[in-house]
C-alpha cells in the first residue's frame, strides 16, 4: 500500500507533576513551569486541525526533535548546539518517531470545565479564561482488575466423559447394523441386469473469465466491468481507495495525518459459450437371464455415446425369506446361474454385504 500525507496536526502532553495538558510544541509546562520529561509520551486531543502556520508545518517535516547529551533540553531536529547549555548535539539523544497513535478525528477543539467557575475553556488551555484559575487535572486512579474465576475443573472433566460414552455408543450402533453379518445360505431364483450409456451432443456451453482469457473461438454473451486486481501505485484508469486516515507521531510534539491507498483496476469479466460435447440424455436397456447387452441406439450427426454403466441384481431365497445382492462385476453375475447355491453376508437390516461359492 501506498502511504499519502493528508497534513500535519499539533498533539499534546500532560505534565506529570501538575496534570496539566500542553501543547506538543511546548517544551515547559503551562501550569507548573517544569520541563517538559525525555520520556514523555506525546498524545492526540480529542480532535484536531491541520496545521496551517508555515513555521509549524516545517518543524513537522524536520523530524524528531533531539535531548542535550549533558542538560536533557529538548532542541529541535535540525539543531547543531543546544539552546539551553548551548553543547555539541552530535552525541543528543532523538526521541522516537513513528508511533501509530490513533484514528484522525478532524473538528474544534474539545472543551473542559473551569473546576472553580464552571467556565468552558480550550482542553489545552492551562488557565481559565473567565477566573483565572489553574485547569491542571491528575490523571483518576487506575482501576484494579477482578481476578478471573477459574473453570471448574470437574465440570469440564464431566462433559468430556458424556461426550466420550455417545462417540461410544454411536460406534458400537454402526458396527451391529451394518458391519456386523449373519452367514446364510441362498439360492439364486432370478437375475436381472441394465446397462447404459450416456447420450452426449454438441451443445452451447457458457463459461465466465476476463475478457483477455477468453479463446479465440469463445463466442462472447455480455460483459461488466469489475474489480481485477489492487495495486500499490496509481496507473491508467485505476480507482485510488484509501482507509481512515491516521495520526503517526514525527517526535517532535507533531504527528503526522496519513492514510494508506491503494489502486483498484478494473477489466471486463464476460460469460461467453464454447461449442462441446455434453451429456444431453441417458439411453438404456435391461432384461433378465445372462444375456445381457448394450444400447445401440441411432445416432445424429452432432451426437455420440459417452461413458457406461452397468448394473446386475441377483436375488436369492433361504427359507422363507428373501435377499438381493447387487453388483457391478458383470463376471460374478454370469456365475451365479438360477438354481446355484451360494453363501450370503447378511447384516442386521437384512442387506447383502458380499457372496461367495
Known amino acids: 500500500m501506498a502511504k499519502k500525507t493528508i497534513g500535519y496536526v499539533e498533539l ?16 515547559i509546562c503551562q501550569g507548573c513551569a517544569a520541563p517538559q520529561p525525555e520520556d514523555v509520551e506525546f498524545k492526540q486531543t480529542s480532535t484536531q486541525q491541520l496545521i496551517s502556520d508555515e513555521e509549524k508545518l516545517k518543524k513537522a517535516k524536520a523530524g524528531a526533535d533531539i535531548h542535550c547529551p549533558y542538560c536533557g533540553a529538548r532542541n529541535p531536529a535540525d539543531a547543531t548546539q543546544c539552546s539551553q547549555c548551548k553543547a555539541e548535539l552530535s552525541q543528543g539523544k532523538k526521541r522516537q518517531e513513528g508511533r501509530v497513535i490513533g484514528a484522525y478525528k ?10 472553580n467557575c464552571g467556565a468552558e475553556n480550550p482542553e489545552t488551555a492551562s488557565q481559565c479564561t473567565q477566573c ?48 456386523r453379518t449373519t452367514a446364510i445360505t441362498g439360492t439364486v431364483t432370478e437375475m436381472d441386469w441394465e446397462r447404459s450409456y450416456v447420450l452426449e451432443q454438441i451443445v452451447p456451453m457458457e463459461y465466465a473469465d476476463w475478457s483477455a482469457e477468453i479463446p479465440a473461438d469463445g463466442e462472447v454473451v455480455s460483459c461488466t466491468q469489475e474489480e481485477y486486481e489492487r495495486v500499490a ?24 495525518v496519513v492514510t494508506d491507498c491503494e489502486y483498484v483496476v478494473y477489466a471486463d469479466y464476460c460469460t461467453y459459450t464454447l461449442m462441446e460435447w455434453a451429456a444431453v440424455d441417458t439411453v438404456s436397456v435391461d432384461g433378465s437371464g445372462l444375456n445381457a447387452v448394450w444400447p445401440d441406439p441411432s445416432l445424429a450427426a452432432d ?10 441384481v441377483i436375488t436369492f431365497e433361504a427359507g422363507s425369506d428373501t435377499y438381493v445382492f447387487q453388483t457391478e462385476n458383470y463376471e460374478l453375475f ?24
Do not use: H, M
Open 12 to 27: 499534546q502532553w500532560e505534565c506529570p507533576n501538575c496534570g496539566t495538558l500542553n501543547p506538543g510544541t511546548v517544551k
Open 106 to 115: 478532524q473538528g474544534d477543539v474539545a472543551k473542559v470545565k473551569c473546576p
Open 132 to 179: 483565572g484559575g489553574s485547569l491542571s487535572r491528575q490523571s483518576p486512579p487506575a482501576k484494579k482488575a477482578l481476578p478471573e474465576t477459574a473453570p471448574k475443573a470437574g465440570s469440564s472433566r464431566n462433559v468430556l466423559i458424556i461426550l466420550g460414552a455417545v462417540a461410544l455408543l454411536a460406534c458400537a450402533a454402526i458396527y451391529f447394523i451394518f458391519l
Open 233 to 256: 501505485e496509481p496507473v491508467e484508469g485505476s480507482q485510488e481507495i484509501c482507509g481512515t486516515p491516521y495520526t503517526v507521531d514525527k517526535g517532535n510534539g507533531i504527528a503526522e
Open 303 to 312: 451426437e455420440r455415446l459417452g461413458a457406461g454403466s452397468e448394473s446386475y
Open 334 to 357: 454370469q456365475q451365479a446361474q438360477v438354481g446355484t447355491k451360494w453363501n450370503l453376508e447378511v447384516n442386521s437390516i437384512g442387506g447383502v454385504q458380499s457372496i461367495s461359492q
